[in-house]
């Protein structure tokens, strides 16, 4: 009665670690009926009969499925594509900061400008005498259509950097 439990406890102990390797042999059958119809099975069909094809054996490996490792990759995935949603939420709010930035600082740089094309129309427009320096570091005075021309050049500045 000893040995048998031995046998027993061994044939368990072989079977579990077969099933541990993850991977088990089996025998998959194919047959083709007379329509041409394909079947897979695990068990020999019927014998054959003569002039009849014989049956394809074909050796297959099959990996146990391992419910905890599905669970744990599958967690993974999740947890992955919760940081790839993080790093694309801070990247479009960086975008968006950044552009709000260069949009402040644009804002900031056009109204410098538009005061100092407005201070430069003022004194071009209080100005009797406009000159403007030659090669030499002399003053040079404008005529008067020259003058005019530099009004107009001051006006249309102001109309470009303060949007009329």
């Not at 054996?57 to 967690?75: C, D």
């Not at 950044?98 to 644009?106: N, P, V």
Request: glycine share 6%.
């Amino acid at each position: 009665m000893h040995g048998l439990k031995s046998v027993i406890a061994l044939a368990v102990l072989l079977v579990s670690a077969g099933f541990a390797t993850g991977a088990v042999a089996q025998t998959v059958y194919k047959s083709v009926d007379d329509e041409g119809n394909v079947a897979f099975t695990d068990r020999p069909p019927m014998q054959q009969g003569e002039g009849e094809s014989p049956l394809d054996v074909m050796p297959l490996q099959i990996r146990l499925t391992n419910p905890a490792a599905i669970a744990a990759n599958r967690e993974n995935a999740e947890k992955e594509s919760r940081a790839r949603d993080m790093v694309d939420s801070l990247t479009a709010e960086k975008q968006s900061s950044d552009e709000a930035d260069d949009a402040a600082r644009k804002a900031e740089e056009r109204a410098a400008n538009c005061d100092l094309a407005r201070q430069r129309l003022n004194r071009y427009a209080q100005a009797n005498r406009l000159y403007k320096s030659n090669d030499a570091g002399e003053r040079v005075y404008l005529e008067d259509a020259e003058i005019d021309a530099e009004r107009i050049k001051a006006a249309r500045a102001v109309d470009e950097w303060c949007g009329g």
